[in-house]
């Protein structure tokens, strides 16, 4: 049975602009242009974030307040407030526009869909560290999972296994490789990811202190932004810049939006991340023809498997520089260049956007079914 006029309310709680909400935005504008009629309620209300940028491109979007809950009793206190308020006006959503689907972007998002909601429900999992007890909750409540890897899908429950769908996150990987490199940055060895602790900013800096040891005339980028209220691991960052004494060879640029230039222009691009659940800056490094150089685990290891323009290494300091001297003159060898483009192919918000839109029919056509 044909399904047409899907419609699906997306729902996404992060106050800040991250990976996950780069990435609703891709998937939001490639299934309107599939003829899915969507909605967005996000939380993101920075410069430039899900809000502004849903409402430059006349995408029907309410913004909500949610916060980042810690765990804390702090944090559970406003994660019951949120989820009230967000599930109050759900309802009044439902009511009024009947979609078909919602659409949590994130596990965190699908902990606002109140149980009593009387619609499907998508979440969307980009996160490998969300508790095993959460992900049982909201599997109680899910019709389908999106998993963006398969180390994130390992993470679900056997019991909800049928309903995990692996859905590779989709970047217009056509557009990023038109970018033109910022030659201000020409040669450095790159770590592009927000300044929060797991991101390996530490280990990067390790790392590259021994690179200097036999590249003395190597430079290194650190591109990412401060999330709002927490400064904290910039300020580690400098610190540690200090103690290896790399504060006149590392530049930071925390006000970047779009660091395909900076990537473009890349010696190689490292990922020292060990549990990424995805990847996002990989497959932009890949699509842009640079090397890239990631530690074992998560998304990287799945991009990188098997890929010529890539290096898999153990998450140490010394492991990690012996994968970036080992790629240095990688990205003047137009083999490497060409195998980098030819797998960042792979993640094209074309194939992202068929997977989710067969997902859906799926759902809307076993709604229908009597």
Same mark, same amino acid.
């Given at each position: ?116 909601? =009387? ?110 209220? =927490? ?140």
């Amino acid at each position: 049975m044909a399904v047409t006029g899907i419609r699906v309310l997306y729902l996404d709680c992060a106050p800040f602009s991250g990976g996950a909400q780069r990435s609703l935005l891709t998937m939001v504008r490639a299934l309107r242009e599939d003829g899915v009629e969507v909605q967005v309620l996000a939380a993101d209300l920075t410069p430039d974030g899900v809000v502004e940028q849903c409402l430059r491109a006349e995408i029907p979007v309410t913004a909500i307040r949610s916060r980042h809950w810690s765990r804390t009793p702090l944090g559970l206190w406003q994660f019951l407030v949120d989820r009230q308020r967000v599930g109050r006006l759900l309802r009044e959503r439902i009511a009024s526009w009947r979609p078909h689907l919602i659409h949590a972007n994130t596990v965190r998002a699908a902990l606002l869909v109140p149980r009593q909601v =009387d619609c499907p429900l998508v979440v969307h999992d980009r996160d490998l560290r969300a508790p095993w007890m959460v992900r049982r909750s909201v599997a109680a409540r899910a019709q389908a999972i999106l998993a963006i890897g398969g180390a994130v899908a390992e993470r679900w429950p056997a019991c909800c296994a049928q309903r995990v769908q692996l859905v590779p996150n989709g970047l217009e990987v056509e557009s990023i490789a038109r970018a033109l490199p910022d030659s201000a940055y020409a040669g450095q060895v790159a770590l592009v990811g927000d300044f929060v602790p797991w991101k390996g900013h530490e280990l990067f800096l390790r790392a590259f202190a021994r690179v200097r040891e036999q590249r003395p005339a190597a430079r290194a980028l650190l591109v990412g932004r401060v999330r709002e209220g =927490d400064s904290a691991c910039l300020a580690d960052v400098r610190r540690l810049l200090a103690e290896l004494r790399l504060a006149d060879h590392v530049t930071i640029l925390d006000s970047v939006t779009c660091a395909w230039p900076q990537i473009a222009a890349c010696r190689v691009l490292v990922s020292a991340a060990g549990d990424e659940p995805f990847g996002r800056t990989v497959v932009e490094a890949l699509a842009l023809g640079r090397p890239v150089v990631a530690v074992r685990g998560g998304g990287p290891e799945e991009i990188l498997a098997g890929c010529p323009a890539g290096r898999l290494v153990e998450g140490a300091p010394d492991a990690l520089a012996e994968g970036i001297l080992a790629a240095w003159d990688w990205g003047d060898d137009p083999a490497i260049s060409a195998a980098a483009r030819e797998r960042a192919a792979c993640f094209s918000v074309r194939r992202m956007g068929e997977r989710i839109h067969a997902v859906y029919r799926s759902l809307v056509t076993a709604g229908r079914e009597p």
